[in-house]
C-alpha cells in the first residue's frame, strides 16, 4: 500500500491548518505518522519499506503519510525541518514529538505504544 504524500493543501485539511490556528490543533480522526523526506536521502529510502509495513500492520488505526521536502518546503520551513528523515508523531491528544533519523522497525512501534497510543493487538 502506497503512503499518501501530503502537499501544503492537504496537510492543513488532515494535519494541521497552520494559517488559521497558531497553536497547535490536530484536524485529523486517527493518530498520524509523517515522515519528512528527499526522493535523494538513502536513509530516507531504508525506513520507506519499514513505513510501508508499519501502515499494513496497524492498518486504520494510523495514518503514515509522506511530506517531500524538496517540494514541499513551506513545510519542511514551518517544522524546522534541518536534517532527514525526520519523523513526526502526531496523537490524537497532546504535542506532536519530533524524532530524527532512520529509526529501526522497534523504535517505530515504541514511539506508536508511548506517543501515540496506539497498541496492534
Known sequence: MALEHLTKESFKEKVFNFELNKEWKFEGT???IIDFYAHWCGPCKTIAPILEELQ???GNKIAIYKVDTEDQ???AGIFGIQSIPS???????GQPQMALGALPKETFRTAINDVLKV???
Not at 88 to 93: A, K, N, S
Open 119 to 121: 497498541s496492534i493487538n
Open 56 to 58: 499494513t500492520e496497524y
Open 87 to 93: 519523523i513526526l508523531f502526531v496523537p490524537i491528544e
Open 30 to 32: 486517527i493518530p498520524v
Open 73 to 75: 518546503q513551506e513545510l
